[in-house]
C-alpha cells in the first residue's frame, strides 16, 4: 500500500509540473493530504469488512458471513443443478481441554484446528466457526464422495495436531447434502447437527 500511495504522490507532482506548471520539486501538500486521507479511509473500510466476515480469534469466515453468502451460493448451485455438501464439526470434550489446561490453551486449540481445516480443503469451500467450538465446512459442487475425502484429510490432520501439540484433539463431524438432505441453511444444519451427535453417541459408547 505504501508503494502505491508514493506512486500516486508522484504522478500528482508530474501531473501538476505539465499542466498546472506546478515546481517539479515542490511537493504539492495539498494533494499529498488528500492521497493519505483516502488510504486511511479505505485501510479502516478493509478493517471493518475483515471483522465483519471473519472470526477475531480464528481468522477465518463468521457465522454472519456465512448466513449472508449462503443463500448466493445456493441460487448458483440451484441453477446449475450441482450438489452441495456442508459439514458440521464439534471438538470432542473441549470444556475439559478448557478445565484442564485453560483457557489460553483453548483459544490455541481452536486456532490450530482453524487452520487444520483450511489446509484439508481447498479454496472452493467455505470454512468458517459457527459457535464455540463448531465449525462449519461448506463444499460446493460436490457430493458425499468429496465429503467423505474431507472428512479423512480433517481426521487425519488432527492426529497430526494432537501429537504437536502433545494433546488429543478429535472431533466429531455431521454432513448434509443440498439439495437430498435438505434445501435451507437452517434444514441443513439440522440435518448436521443431529448426524453428528450420532457420531459422538457412538464414541462414547463404543
Not at 477475531?56 to 457465522?63: A, D, G, K, P, Q
Request: net charge neutral; with cysteine; hydrophobic share 40%.
Amino acid at each position: 500500500m505504501t508503494i502505491v500511495v508514493v506512486a500516486l504522490i508522484a504522478t500528482a507532482r508530474i501531473y501538476g509540473y505539465i499542466y498546472y506548471n506546478f515546481p517539479v520539486m515542490e511537493l504539492p501538500y495539498i494533494v499529498i493530504l488528500a492521497i493519505l486521507l483516502c488510504w486511511w479511509l479505505g485501510s479502516q473500510y478493509d478493517k471493518v469488512k475483515f471483522h465483519s466476515e471473519k472470526d477475531v480469534l480464528t481468522e477465518i469466515h463468521n457465522r454472519r458471513f456465512v448466513i449472508q453468502t449462503f443463500p448466493k451460493l445456493l441460487k448458483q448451485i440451484g441453477k446449475r443443478k450441482e450438489k452441495l455438501c456442508l459439514l458440521l464439526i464439534d471438538i470432542d470434550e473441549f470444556k475439559d481441554i478448557n478445565d484442564r489446561y485453560g483457557h489460553e490453551m483453548g483459544d490455541n486449540v481452536l486456532q490450530h484446528i482453524s487452520k487444520t481445516l483450511l489446509m484439508s480443503t481447498t479454496k472452493l469451500e467455505i470454512v468458517a466457526r459457527w459457535a464455540g467450538d463448531e465449525f462449519l465446512v461448506i463444499s460446493p459442487y460436490s457430493n458425499e464422495n468429496t465429503s467423505g475425502a474431507i472428512i479423512r484429510q480433517i481426521k487425519y490432520a488432527l492426529r497430526e495436531l494432537s501429537e504437536d501439540i502433545n494433546i488429543n484433539i478429535s472431533v466429531s463431524i455431521g454432513a448434509s447434502e443440498y439439495p437430498t438432505d435438505a434445501k435451507t441453511l437452517e434444514t441443513l444444519i439440522h440435518t448436521s447437527d443431529r448426524n453428528m451427535y450420532e457420531n459422538k453417541s457412538r464414541k462414547k459408547i463404543g
